[in-house]
């Protein structure tokens, strides 16, 4: 045992001095003190608090702020004609781990950029745009926890322009269209959709821009958003809410009444009053069959770690059943209100058997328009095939 006489005395002098050690540890404060200082703005952003991950980054003050200036936060997400402003939008909305309720705030930021102003109100050129720049920003992304629903009403307000998405395509002009370039020709004929509220723009996710290489793909993100409950809701109700909405403005042949012989669009070879709607009820039942398979998906990776209570969170938040009106209908309102329409009661049955939701509805109106027997049957199956290829396969 030591009992602080000369062995002691020697293992001192054999250490550094501490006045060494004490400059040494002073000089390497200071270093680190002045690198803080002279990086004081980036810290709360790279350095917030996170726990034991990843630093989150805060959310600026003036993002959040855009959320109560819609017209604000159009200008901040428009990437505008010749997607010059792409890059800033990018970096605005595209946070992978925001700190605290930041990833709340960007989905109201979202919302309040590309929503429709009010009930009845038609997008503007300028939210068209920015819904598209909004779906390439995240494309990819891992839509962080909070952000979905917003992200998810964003694209139930353009659920027209999310219906007809196929792939992106060199021939689009630009990120949105205008409501005279979206107008149906003579013949009845618009690459746009049917029914469409007559000055409503319209965002173009299949276009692709060769400068900044941006490109949407709204496939791709339901799938992302699908994993969150809420989210999903929203998107199912609004697949359901076109569906009867397009139904019922279809005559008792289940024919497009707008439709006129003659030019025949993009070089097909026969047209007729039921080929088009044909196409775009396989669209619908096709994305409805999607949304069920990224469901499964998300389940089998651990995602959804419990399927039935996820199911469960769903149906409190849809908001109910749609069916069809008996008669048929000739308003022709924006995306928006298509979306929001009033509910018909409660939904009743499997949630997920998409399927059968379906069918429930195309019943519905079938006997209520008396639409003849073989048509129906035609109808039914082209939504079985379309829902069931959703379910197993990317559409």
């Not at 959310?59 to 402003?85: E, H």
């Not at 930041?102 to 009930?119: F, K």
């Not at 196409?279 to 089998?300: C, K, Q, T, V």
């Not at 429930?360 to 129906?376: I, K, Q």
Request: proline share 8%; glycine share 8%.
């Amino acid at each position: 045992m030591r009992d602080g006489g000369q062995d002691e005395q020697v293992d001192a002098d054999a250490r550094p001095g501490r006045l060494a050690l004490l400059r040494r540890h002073w000089l390497l404060s200071s270093a680190v003190a002045l690198v803080l200082l002279a990086t004081a703005t980036a810290v709360p952003l790279a350095l917030a608090d996170s726990g034991d991950g990843p630093p989150c980054r805060e959310v600026p003050a003036s993002t959040r702020a855009l959320a109560k200036d819609p017209a604000a936060a159009t200008r901040a997400l428009d990437p505008g004609d010749d997607m010059s402003r792409f890059p800033a939008v990018r970096e605005l909305v595209r946070h992978e781990r925001p700190c605290g309720d930041g990833a709340e705030a960007l989905g109201a930021v979202v919302e309040a950029a590309t929503r429709a102003a009010r009930p009845g109100a038609p997008h503007t050129v300028a939210q068209a745009r920015a819904a598209y720049a909004v779906v390439a920003a995240l494309d990819w992304a891992e839509v962080p926890d909070g952000m979905a629903p917003g992200v998810a009403r964003m694209l139930a307000d353009y659920v027209v322009d999310e219906a007809r998405y196929l792939s992106p395509s060199d021939d689009g002009t630009g990120p949105a269209v205008t409501a005279e370039q979206a107008a149906p020709d003579e013949h009845g004929w618009t690459a746009y959709g049917r029914f469409l509220a007559p000055g409503e723009a319209h965002a173009d996710f299949e276009y692709r821009d060769p400068v900044s290489d941006a490109a949407a793909h709204p496939d791709r993100l339901v799938g992302e958003l699908a994993r969150d409950p809420e989210a999903f809701a929203i998107l199912y109700d609004a697949e359901r809410a076109y569906f009867a909405h397009y139904l019922e403005r279809l005559t008792s042949q289940g024919g497009d009444p707008d439709f006129r012989p003659g030019k025949e669009p993009r070089g097909a070879s026969t047209s007729t009053a039921t080929s088009w709607p044909d196409n775009d009820l396989e669209d619908i039942a096709g994305r409805i069959g999607s949304l069920m398979r990224h469901r499964a998906a998300h389940a089998r990776k651990g995602e959804i770690p419990d399927l039935a209570a996820f199911d469960r969170a769903v149906r409190r938040h849809t908001r109910g059943a749609y069916l069809p009106a008996v008669r048929r209908l000739t308003t022709r309102p924006p995306m928006g209100d298509i979306a929001d329409r009033p509910v018909s009661g409660q939904l009743r049955g499997e949630l997920a058997d998409g399927r059968r939701q379906l069918f429930a509805m195309l019943d519905a109106w079938a006997e209520a328009r008396s639409v003849p027997g073989a048509r129906a049957a035609v109808m039914r199956q082209i939504i079985d095939n379309a829902y069931v290829l959703g379910l197993w396969m990317s559409i």
